[in-house]
């Protein structure tokens, strides 16, 4: 089975701009969890979505959104980037309920300048 | 809130030696920890899960138990490898049907051949 798989893998924006990040779960996996990772706070939960619901969500503003499709593909947007989005953006998926393991994918690296 | 603590927050050992990481959470009430393995600017690779009515489980040079009661675990390394170096990061569910991890700080592990 393939990974988890992340696009783009690297990305530079300004200020202000907005960015939308891909994640495609391992087939046939249901849930999706988006994770920043910041040198100084470290791994931060953002988001799950299942089966194209949210689940639940982190502390994070009203700029970090995000969505599932149908074929469990999820994508997260920043709007009004802010030189402190810089971040590595990790996607993990799992199975349903009963799958523990979740598996990540390489990340996305976003700089803001 | 649960508070996931990892000491050290760096380790550098020769080759062979074995060793041992250290985590804490502050909270008890928790459904599995995880343990995770990071590559510079990679993703995450699972090591190792224990669910929370577990001890310890194994896998390979790799050993991990689970004291729920006093909010730690350690993972153990046998016969360490240059291979092995990587930032270590352990991480706890609470809830089941939630896929949300709280992440400790990591510890990063350079062994030297």
């Known amino acids: 089975k393939a990974g988890v798989t992340q696009t783009p893998r690297y990305l530079i924006k300004t200020r202000g701009q907005q960015v939308t990040l891909s994640c495609s779960p391992i087939?046939?996996?249901?849930?999706v969890s988006w994770y920043q990772q910041t040198p100084g706070q470290g791994l931060q939960f953002l988001f799950e979505y299942f089966s194209e619901t949210q689940r639940n969500k982190g502390n994070f503003p009203g700029r970090f959104s995000g969505r599932q499709f149908s074929n469990s593909r999820s994508e997260m947007n920043v709007s009004t980037l802010e030189l402190g989005d810089s971040a590595l953006y990790l996607c993990?998926?799992?199975?349903?309920?009963?799958?523990?393991?979740?598996?990540f994918g390489p990340g996305t690296r976003l700089l803001v300048l | 809130k649960q508070e996931v603590t990892q000491i050290p927050a760096a380790l550098s050992v020769p080759e062979g030696e074995n060793l041992v990481l250290n985590c804490s959470f502050t909270d008890s009430a928790i459904y599995n920890l995880q343990w995770f393995r990071q590559d510079p600017g990679k993703g995450l690779t699972s090591l190792l899960l224990i669910q929370s009515s577990q001890r310890e489980q194994t896998s390979g040079r790799l050993n991990a138990s689970l004291d729920k009661s006093s909010g730690r675990s350690t993972l153990y390394i046998a016969a360490s490898q240059p291979g092995d170096s990587a930032t270590y990061l352990c991480a706890v569910r609470k809830n089941t049907g939630f896929q949300k991890l709280v992440f400790g700080t990591g510890t990063r592990l350079l062994v030297s051949p």
């Open positions: 087939s046939g996996h249901r849930s």
């Open positions: 993990a998926s799992s199975g349903d309920w009963t799958q523990e393991t979740q598996y």
